[in-house]
């Protein structure tokens, strides 16, 4: 890593210097002995970060990292790169090498047994800023997404989720089959394949299991399935294959799935199921009898929930009562995106039309805060990053726009039928599709920063 960070410096400096001699520069100005002194800390900075990001990496670790450093720091999923560069790592490159004073061979080995995907930084010159404090524009954050996995599987994907801590890909099909992807590999190709035939239906929904480590033991990687047969299963890794376990078995057929510290699953009847954890029942949602289309948790105890008459509802689970409710389309909201905001999917019935739209929501006030027709039908939202949504439809294209302002900053081609399924995570994107194919996309995006003169390339990384 540390040869191709001062390899794409080397390139950064030979550039700039063309341009100082273009314009007749001093290289002894201040700005160029600062940038100069910056590259020499991201030299250090960057190889720190793809180990900071290994998956061994335990609280106890990062106590001891934000102590070593002095700094005052929230260690969470939402840690951003610019909080470890102002940790001033490059300060304590040798202390680094043994995160919270881990033995060496200690790390080695679970890095081993981790899936091998580590964050790494690149510094590029950004051209134009937009001022601080103000929302990113189309100038100002683009990205560049490469196609690095496409595998056919032997049915429709409805469903797409990715296990991040055990390196997962889940989709299940319409062939009543569940493809799993073990990737850790280093390459697509070298990924191995699992097929788990439990369900006697179509399969249509599927959720990462979230549960926390006990000590220093991992959990293990578990997800859950949902099937038209009616049946909810949980699946386990065994060894060198995955054990399916029912949950919960119904007449209807089961639409909706979600999974936080609480899990939550929906049917054609109406009805939510709450489980506290797989083995213990919590308790029944229903507010009418119609079609639960799709369900996200919220922060600590709340549940979204889209039924097919186009209401949205936010249920406290604890309580087991309906905290807000407002219906955003009068035909049906078929997909939804939580995260400070909410983005919907949904279409209106006007005569014989059915014009879809996509819409964006403030979650505590059900606030409309703005939307767009322009882009016809949308069969799924996901939340790409703070400010940007990805969605994909029957026009064969995933997009990548800008909120609130449903501005395209990219557009995605390779599914050759409706787009059916969307996950995201440190800038992947995994998609289904009616083409009976499961893709996975690497983007690399830039932000420009006007606190700085520089933007980031964030990207992830393949090793074994």
Known sequence: ??????????????????????????????????????????VIFCPLVGEL??????????????????????????????????????????ELQEPGGVPAAEM?????????????????????????????TREAVSFDCNLTFS??????VWGIAVDETHGLLVAPSLDYMVYVWNMTWAEPARWERHMLDGHKDEVWRVAVLSEPEVGDKPAKPRFLTGSLDGTVKVWSKTGEGFRGQLLYNTSHMVTALASSAWIAHGDKSGLIGVWWHPGKWYRAL??????????????????VAASDDGWVRIWNVTVGEVQLA????????????????????????????????????????????????????????????????VFGGPDHLLYIVLLPTWEVVQTLKGPEDAVHALHTFDGLIAS?????????????????????????????KMEE
């Not at 960070?5 to 210097?17: G, I, M, P, S």
């Not at 595998?151 to 429709?156: A, K």
Request: proline share 3%; glycine share 6%.
């Open 326 to 389: 407002w219906r955003a389309n009068n035909g049906s909201v078929v997909s939804l995106a939580v995260d400070q905001s909410l983005a919907t999917s949904g279409y209106d019935r006007m005569g014989i039309r059915e014009p879809w739209s996509l819409q964006l929501w403030d979650p505590e006030t059900s606030r409309l805060l703005s939307a767009t027709r322009k882009f016809g039908v949308v069969t799924h939202v996901a939340n790409f990053g703070r400010d940007h949504l």
């Open 53 to 94: 990001s290994d998956p061994s990496m335990r609280p106890r670790h990062w106590s001891a990292l934000v102590t070593l450093c002095d700094k005052q720091l929230e260690v969470s999923k939402e840690l951003l790169l610019r909080d470890m560069w102002n940790m001033e790592l490059h300060k304590f490159p040798t």
């Open 151 to 156: 595998e056919p599987v032997g049915g429709m």
């Open 108 to 136: 080695v080995g679970a890095r081993r047994r981790s899936i091998g995907l580590h964050a790494s930084a690149w510094l590029w010159l950004c051209i134009r800023c937009d001022g601080a404090g103000q929302k990113p």
């Open 432 to 460: 289904g599709s009616a083409d009976r194919m499961v893709r996975l996309w690497r983007c690399y995006r830039t932000a420009c920063d006007s606190d700085d003169f520089t933007g980031f390339w964030q990207r992830r």
């Open 1 to 42: 890593m540390e040869d191709d960070v001062k390899a794409n410096f080397k390139k950064l400096k030979e550039n700039t210097d063309v341009r100082m001699k273009e314009y007749k520069v001093d290289k002894k100005v201040d700005v160029y002995v600062g940038m100069q002194e910056v590259i020499k800390r991201w």
């Open 286 to 303: 229903q507010a009418d009898s119609i079609m639960i289309q799709a369900l996200a948790f919220m922060h600590k105890n709340l549940l």
